[in-house]
């Protein structure tokens, strides 16, 4: 099942599904334990010494009770000396073996959950921009937050209480039989309602934890799109109805919550009472054996110990289920996830672009988005090296799809894309996206300095390397006013930088990267006219003796390109340089008359 597909469901749809979702889960889990297996076995024999330890307490105190204290009012104090030097031995090795099964068990959680975020966050970085563009963020977060999160709490203590559990209740019962075959019967029938409890709580907990984890998605992703789109949300007045599906979805997560909690409370009590119930059984019948001298003393103690202590691993175990359900549900996720493959794969063999011209072309090119309709239906197209092609039409024409594929952001159905006669697909991506660099209207900047954001397509550039690129685009000034100049980071307050100014640390940032193949989609959109006004020189200078493609709808950065290509329905309908198609009066004709006139108004205005 495609992690693409609706996650928020009860069960799968049938049980083929069901089984490979539980295989590709297992999988994930086998991979993750192989690399800390030696230490989880180590662990596992931790946990078993610590309960043989920890169930011969109780022996002890029969022997002591039995047998010690009529030896000492003999006069012989060795068998109490050995009795209490033996609980006590037991009880220190116990205390000790938990002590370092904890210790061992965190440094293994520990460990897989660190290789489980690795291996999302490289993951998740790996696929390909359409994946990124179906999958919403507040899902990746949620895999990276709430899953993560759901397996630590199985990790941290929840293996081994479980381990722990299981060994206390059947060493309990072991050891109990041998001492006292009879208690021990009254201590297995009362296993009977404990197990039809625990089956009764584990039926209804499965689906209400799957539920809880549903509503914590959801309540996660409605947060986090909810301030990512913060300004649109606050433009339009929006707070008042987005609060509401806030609350609404916060309200779903409390009830799950609570319902949790009361099948929680119904499963303990009645766990307890069972307890209760079976001590207060076997004291008595033990006290009445006991009265008619078939039971001794200590043994009658000793029964009463186990018996207490056998209902308590019981209800740990029925914890376990809650976080086991949880966990398994976020592993099915995590799961599902890494086993997305990009869309975008690396060449097998791939081909070295040594000294790249950048000459491309498009053979027969037809591409639709994922299952979707065709969105280039055939397109030939060449563009000669060193020539700077500007691409324009109406928004959905199908401009940034091919900017989109000269990048290899997605590949062709069919034809080929080829820069120097050699396949986009064949070529080695570190080559691949040294040539190309495209600049979106989304100038994103990262946590850091201004100048670490400019030399992001190459990290080793020099001080003086990173103020030229600056220089170039016209945003020198602007960085060198700020209080730390190159070092301002970027994310402090009373530092940030306009639209504008992001989109200028962009244009540097590929200066700076010098690439064969220059691709602008709407990278002058945020610019106000002053700032185009600066760019204008700097993309001049920059796009110089290098191929490339600019999509913008301003027609002052149209008109300085060597050949503009009209894009309708996903066909060039309209092939020329600036001034031949304004001589045909076609519909480049028709926007540069719009622009004109807009120039006019602006003038007279």
């Known amino acids: ?55 011969a307490g109780p022996a002890f105190v029969a022997y002591g009770v039995d047998h010690a204290l009529p030896a000492l009012q003999g006069g012989d104090s060795g068998p109490l000396v050995l009795a209490a030097g033996a609980y006590l031995v037991t009880a220190l090795a116990g205390g000790l073996l938990t002590a370092w099964t904890v210790r061992l068990a965190a440094r293994v959680s520990q460990a897989i959950l660190l290789d489980v975020r690795s291996r999302v966050f490289r993951h998740t970085q790996r696929l390909s921009l359409e994946f990124h ?8 977060i949620s895999r990276q937050t709430s899953d993560v999160d759901a397996l630590r ?57 799957r539920l809880s984890r549903t509503a914590a998605a959801r309540v996660i992703i409605r947060f986090v799109e909810t301030m990512t789109g913060i300004r649109a949300v606050q433009a339009f007045r929006r707070e008042r109805q987005v ?23 119904v499963f303990d009590t009645g766990l307890t009472l069972i307890g209760n119930v079976t001590v207060a059984t076997v004291l008595l019948i033990g006290g009445l054996r006991a009265l008619h001298g078939e039971l001794a003393v200590g043994v009658l103690i000793a029964a009463v110990l186990y018996a207490r202590r056998f209902f308590q691993p019981l209800a740990q175990i029925g914890m376990f289920y809650n976080a086991f359900q949880s966990a398994a549900a976020a592993l099915e996720k995590l799961a599902a996830l890494l086993a997305e493959e990009p869309t975008v794969p690396d060449p097998v063999r791939p081909v070295h672009l040594r000294a790249p011209r950048a ?33 324009v039409g109406e928004t959905g024409a199908g401009k940034s799809t091919v900017a989109k594929l000269l990048a290899r952001f997605y590949d062709v159905r069919q034809g080929a894309v080829r820069i120097d006669g050699l396949d986009v697909r064949d070529i080695d991506p570190v080559d691949l996206r040294r040539a190309v660099v495209m600049v979106t209207q989304e100038a994103y900047l990262f946590s850091g ?46 530092t940030r930088l306009s639209a504008g100014q992001r989109q200028l640390v962009s244009f540097a940032r590929a200066f700076l990267a010098d ?77 540069h008359a719009d622009w004109q006139r807009s120039l006019g108004a602006t003038a007279g205005a």
């Open 1 to 55: 099942m495609s992690a693409l597909q609706p996650e928020f469901r009860d069960r799968p749809a049938d049980r083929a599904e069901s089984r490979a979702i539980r295989s590709r889960s297992m999988r994930l889990l086998g991979s993750l334990l192989s690399p800390v297996a030696a230490a989880t076995w180590l662990t596992v024999a931790l946990v078993v010494l610590s309960q043989v330890a920890a169930v």
């Open 133 to 140: 563009e179906s999958y919403t963020s507040g899902r990746i």
């Open 153 to 209: 709490e199985l990790l941290d203590g929840g293996i081994t209480t479980l381990a722990q559990g299981v060994l206390a209740m059947v060493f309990t019962a072991v050891g109990l039989v041998l001492l006292d075959w009879r208690s021990g019967l009254v201590l297995l029938i009362a296993v009977v309602p404990g197990i039809v409890l625990t089956r009764w709580f584990q039926v209804r907990s499965q689906h209400q934890y």
């Open 243 to 265: 609060s509401e599906v806030y609350d609404d979805l916060a309200e779903d997560y409390r009830r799950t919550n609570a319902e949790a909690i009361r099948l929680n409370g």
């Open 359 to 391: 000459d491309v072309r498009f053979e027969g090119v037809e591409f639709g988005y994922g299952t979707g309709p065709t969105v280039l239906p055939h397109v030939e197209l060449h563009l000669p090296a060193g020539q700077t092609v500007a691409l």
């Open 449 to 494: 300095s201004v100048g670490a954001n400019i030399a992001l397509g190459r990290p080793g550039a020099t001080p003086e390397e990173i103020e030229a690129a600056a220089r170039a685009v016209g945003v020198h000034d602007v960085i060198a006013a700020m209080p730390d100049g190159y070092d301002t980071e970027v994310d402090k307050r009373g």
């Open 515 to 591: 690439p064969a193949l220059l691709i602008l989609d709407e990278a002058t959109s945020s610019l106000d006219v002053p700032g185009e006004a600066l760019v204008q020189h700097g993309l001049r200078t920059l796009l110089a003796g290098r191929t490339a493609v600019v999509i913008a709808h301003r027609l002052s950065t149209v008109m300085g390109a060597d050949r503009v290509l009209v894009v309708d329905g996903g066909r060039v309908v309209e092939d020329g340089t600036p001034a031949q198609l304004v001589e045909r009066g076609g519909l480049f004709a028709a926007l």
